[in-house]
């Protein structure tokens, strides 16, 4: 039940200790402030990496074919190694275990154009796990699929940006597109979280590509993901394991770097755990410190109150006062100032990471921000330290007698 009395005391207590209870909600706020920020800071981080991870699957190894920069078992340098569909399907057998998706994929540069609209974009020629390994989201239609690439199908999906560019508000599937004088038939729309570029894709099967442009079996490149179980040791041994075996599939020497080139995510992604961890256990530290820093200054602060009030609690238990009364003026009095002052830092530290969080991009901090409810249970902490430490005093100082009371100096 709502004491008004009670209240009325405790704001009148506070008014007449204004610089009192101005530190003490300082020293709440400004801990409240500081694990806002740099929590916030810390996320931001965390954002910036999993933007670079956005466009592709995490667990994804891209392989490419080049020159032989050194001459190795009576071949020369400046071999072209070309890879060709054996190539996928030698991959897919050796590894078939440790592979989750795999497409080849062969690139090139076309103009495109339906009725009056006309714009150049790149066309990948995959196989259907392509879908999965680029992150591609269907918007309509469908994807390609393995039919699709039995029957040679002269069929293209087209990325969401390709639509708007070229059927202006027309729904593009079912539409046929001409791609460098040939008419493909549009039967997918798709999205990618990767932005913009990669929006501006035309995928076709890639045994029509091979058949069309070049009648032959050759593949730019493949694009797989691990499978998801492996940790990143392994994921990084299967990674060697499979660069070796393709040099010595191409006679290739085991410094070459340019032959057959392999770029495993796991490697990028076991560096940025570790920093992630290590800065995450950082900010931990040093935000437990701002809390314990935060817990010392509201309870030296309200046992210092209580020292401080020992004669007016004398003169509350004289005027007949309970000590349960006197304790509970103590305790809400210390909690109101601890509530505002977590909240004012709160407030403050959001405001703050909102106002400059979108000029820290250029120092990787990515959309700084913090939970609400990660906040609120540290401001939950600090209340509950202020209680304590304001409870034990109190509850000392309720069972003196006011003629003892009275007597402190």
Partial sequence: MFDRDLWREIFQSINMNRTRSLLSG????????????????????????????????QNSITIWSGQTTKAYKGLQAGRQIQFKNEDYNFIKEEFGKDIEFI???????????YKNEKNSYTIRAIHPDNQFVEQNKVQSGRYINQRDLNELNKIIV???????????????????????????????VYNDPGGDDEERIIYMPITTSQQV????????????????????????????????????????????????????????????????????????????GTLIAGIVGISN???FIVKERTKEIGIRKALGASPRSIVSIILLESILITTLAGFFGLLLGRGILEIVGPGLDKYFITDPSVSKSLVISATII????????????????????????????
């Fill in 26 to 57: 300082i020293t709440v706020a400004f801990a409240i402030l500081l694990f806002t920020l740099l929590f916030g800071v810390t996320n931001g981080l965390g954002n910036t990496f999993e933007e670079a991870f956005a466009d592709d699957a």
């Fill in 103 to 113: 497409t080849s994929r062969v690139m090139k540069n076309v103009t495109a154009s």
């Fill in 158 to 188: 087209i990325g969401r940006l390709v639509e708007d560019d070229l059927f202006i508000k027309e729904d593009a599937v079912g539409k046929y597109l001409n791609l460098n004088g040939i008419q493909y038939k549009v039967v997918g």
């Fill in 213 to 288: 442009y070049g009648n032959n079996e050759f593949i730019d490149m493949m694009y797989m993901t691990y499978n998801p179980r492996m940790d990143y040791n392994k994921a990084i041994s299967f990674g060697n394991i499979m660069t070796k075996k393709l040099k010595d599939r191409f006679t290739v020497a085991k410094s070459d770097q340019r032959a057959v080139r392999v770029n495993n995510n796991a490697e990028d992604a076991k560096g940025v755990n570790q920093l992630l961890g290590g800065l995450n256990a950082i900010i931990l530290i040093v935000g437990l």
């Fill in 301 to 303: 602060m309200m046992i």
């Fill in 382 to 409: 600090l209340i509950a330290a202020g209680a304590i430490a304001g409870y034990l005093p109190a509850k000392k100082a309720s069972r003196i007698k006011p003629i003892v009371a009275l007597r402190n100096d």
